[in-house]
């Protein structure tokens, strides 16, 4: 609880209980039938939200309802504080007015010689300057606010707005308390406190004065004179009980005693709790004979004393309970009678599913003639409906299978008798080559060559990568078929740094890139293609350059965005044609799918000036020889 009384939050179970909790709950639910898991899920999940938001709500309203009672009880200290302070100012007003009045300082100073009263005019003149005195004595005095004042001298003499034969104000010299007044600085005010009332009127009644005191000294430091100032407790008392609310309203001083009570009989006991008020003000919850109360305290700006209230909890929160319980029985209530319309809906529900298992042990034993039967528009009807289908197509598809079986050998066999190896087709092709070349034609020869080196590298699928220096050399020999069919012929160039060349890089990847650069680059005019290959740290960088005619912005655009769909869709983007019927995002897709996120490229493109692809590819360890 904090300081304005408040509750602290908490959670209601810990994680780890939390985890057992799930875990009993899923093993007990694997252990019941679809119905009864059914019945369970539905209770638990009607009773937890119906628990955990009767709890929490019990728990906010009582925070709610206790947060209004302290609210209402510290404005009830604020009114109270304003009117004890005011009460008190009054006190101090008349103190400090007689203190600073030049006429009753001057005839007071005539009075500290003590010279005796001798003549007819020296008795006039001090009869007059008592009715002066006392007049001012009575102005000065608030309306009905039952206030005392006594101005006493050392040679005896005194002065009152009260009778003296009501009170003998020289019997002031004689409280235990007047001895602490004589070492008071001037101007400084003691606070004597509350205590029973001095004057024989107010004894009978058992009433009780709060007194402030004060020394009238001379410019000498020497007190000559004593302003006691009391006022009725019961002028503070009636705010106490002009209170409706049922709370316990009492004045303390620094000490705990109490200064004042509507019960009269506490006034000047010592306050049972005072050790547990705080520094500062604000609220507390305490036990008072075993029932919990609400400690609530406002500080005065007057000698230490302490404003308290004791408000009774359970009382103004007592409606709560009443609330709480109405709703617990209305829930229970409407929990039954949901809980017998559930029972009646799941048997209703759950008639076609037992229909539906049994179904299906049968046919898990090896009964494919069996079906459900189940009618209706429902979904566990068009599960019944369409798995009883699904048992018509397996007879259906077993039955083809079979059939299947039988075509398939015989095609199996017709396909051995008609396949052509290719390395015969490879073979033949040498023997060509070394037929022409022997009868002087060696540019046809190496031509041949050419082609009997790609189809030597298409037909061996033992090796899934090739040394980067292999992969050149592939292209390379395209390069020379592809100039023996265009017009104008393309220069081939290469830039390869020696610790590149026994790099190992997929099959086919640099001849797809060119092909596009032939075909979409170069359009019946010369130019020329660029491989260049060197190291950058764990990485092989190869770039792809040529001078062909290049791609403007939006057509650039477009060619990255084409690729970022076919990477997601899967589809092709150029037309499989030429050697290797692969296009360019066939050849990013496959990198990508190697090599992950390490795989990077760029494709750099202006109209006019050719087109750059580079790729950065991830070099396996040891591959950093020449």
Known sequence: MNDRGEPAGSSLLTNDELQVLRMTLFQFLRQLSIRQKLIVSSIICLLLPAAVILTFSNRNTEAVVQRHVIDNALGTLDVMERYIVNTVNKMIYVSNYIQFDSEIQSIIMQQQGGQPVSGEDRFVEHFLNNRKITSKLENI????????ITILLNNGTSYTNYSHLDYDPNRFFRETWFEKLTQMPSFVTYWIGTHPSYLASDKEKGRYLITIANTIKSFSSEPYGYLIVSMNEEKINEIFTQN?????????????????????????????YFNQLGDKDGSNLIKVKEEEHLLLQRKLPYSDWILVSLVPYRA?????????????????????????????????????LYRFGRVVSQVEAGNLEVRTGITGRDEISRLGHSFDRMLDRIEEMLRQVTLEQSRKRKAELEMLQAQINPHFLFNVLNSIRMRIKLKGDEENAALISSLSSLLRMTINRNNECIPLHEEVETVAHYFQLMNFRLGEPIILETDIEPETALAELPRFILQPI???????????????????????EDKLMMQVSDTGRGMGPEELERLE??????????????????????????????????????????????????????????LKSGENHA
């Open 244 to 272: 409706k609310m049922d709370q316990e309203h009492m004045l303390l001083d620094s000490k705990g005693t109490i200064l004042s009570h509507s019960d009269k009989a506490r006034i000047g006991q010592p306050f049972a």
């Open 561 to 618: 965005k084409k690729l970022t769909q076919a990477a997601e869709t899967g589809d092709e983007l150029s037309v499989k044609r030429g050697l290797s019927g692969i296009g360019l995002n066939n050849v990013i897709e496959r990198l990508r799918l190697i090599y992950g996120d390490r795989f990077r490229y760029k494709i750099d493109s202006q109209p006019g000036r050719g087109t750059t692809i580079t790729l950065q590819i991830p």
């Open 141 to 148: 005095s608030f309306p009905g606010d039952k206030t005392h």
């Open 514 to 536: 060119l092909e596009n650069s032939l075909i979409h680059g170069f359009r019946d005019y010369p130019g020329t293609v660029m491989i260049s290959a060197w190291r950058q």
């Open 316 to 352: 103004a929160v007592a409606q709560i309970n009443t609330v709480q319980g109405t709703n617990f029985l209305l829930q229970a209530l409407f929990f039954i009678v949901f809980l017998l319309i559930l029972v009646t809906l799941v048997r209703q529900f759950t008639k076609p």
